[in-house]
């Protein structure tokens, strides 16, 4: 079954604690980016992946990074998380460069509290 | 101007109304269009791409203007279940950089 899987699904930690979400795909997809999500403000992009080693800045990439060292998986990495960064962040994925209309896949999600 | 914008409603319709939306984009070099479909609290779900002719998938009706840039989804005979917030993605030139609306919330009441 084609899978993009966020891990964790829920997570309440405090400022400063360096926290990775993790994603990870099976559909040997080349395209990966992270979103949050903020009531009022829709999702806005953090970061994505046009395929291995290549990686971007979304609109919103501030206190986040990101890498990717094989294709299948692309974790975001807050170094130093504020209050400011609870938000539901959501992972996606999609066919990429081959394929203009490629719609993307989500994750289920995480929802990431900061205190 | 923000590169795409949605009414975000909310727009509350009765049982078997037709209903519709639409999202306006800035940059007139996008190249693809989607509507999402997003329930509460879970992960959107591609509802339908857009293509330049229009298309139509059951009940679900998607239009692009490029002359005025814009893109519309017109939902016929709604359901209960087709309650949800309907988001629109442009794709611009700059492939990475998918852009969403903020969605549009519709209710359907019995």
């Known amino acids: 079954e084609a899978q993009v899987t966020q891990n964790p699904r829920y997570l309440i930690t405090v400022t400063g604690k360096k926290l990775t979400v993790t994603c990870s795909q099976n559909?040997?997809?080349?395209?990966m980016s992270w979103y949050r999500q903020d009531p009022g403000l829709g999702l806005r992009q953090i970061y994505y992946?046009?395929?291995?080693?290549?990686?971007d800045k979304g609109d919103v990439p501030e206190g986040y990074k990101v890498s990717r060292k094989e294709k299948r998986n692309f974790p975001l990495i807050l170094e130093s998380p504020s209050p400011n960064q609870t938000s539901l962040y959501f992972c996606?994925?999609?066919?990429?460069?081959?394929?203009?209309?490629?719609?993307?896949?989500f994750g289920n999600g995480t929802r990431l509290t900061v205190t | 101007r923000k590169e795409v914008e949605q009414d975000p409603g909310p727009f509350n319709v009765p049982e078997g109304a037709t209903v519709a939306f639409n999202c306006t984009y800035s940059?007139?070099?996008?190249?693809?269009f989607f509507w999402y479909r997003q329930d509460c609290r879970k992960e959107p779900k591609l509802l339908m791409s857009?293509?330049?002719s229009g298309n139509e998938d059951g009940r679900f009706t998607a239009q692009l203007n490029r002359a005025s840039q814009y893109i519309s989804l017109l939902i016929r005979d709604s359901k209960l279940s087709d309650s949800a917030t309907y988001l629109c993605?442009?794709?611009?030139?700059?492939?990475?950089?998918?852009?969403f609306g903020q969605g549009t919330i519709l209710t359907v009441h019995p």
């Open positions: 992946s046009m395929n291995v080693e290549v990686t």
């Open positions: 857009v293509y330049s």
């Open positions: 559909m040997n997809h080349e395209y």
């Open positions: 996606a994925t999609s066919g990429g460069l081959s394929s203009y209309n490629s719609p993307l896949h």
């Open positions: 993605v442009v794709n611009p030139p700059s492939y990475g950089k998918l852009t």
């Open positions: 940059n007139s070099a996008s190249q693809s």
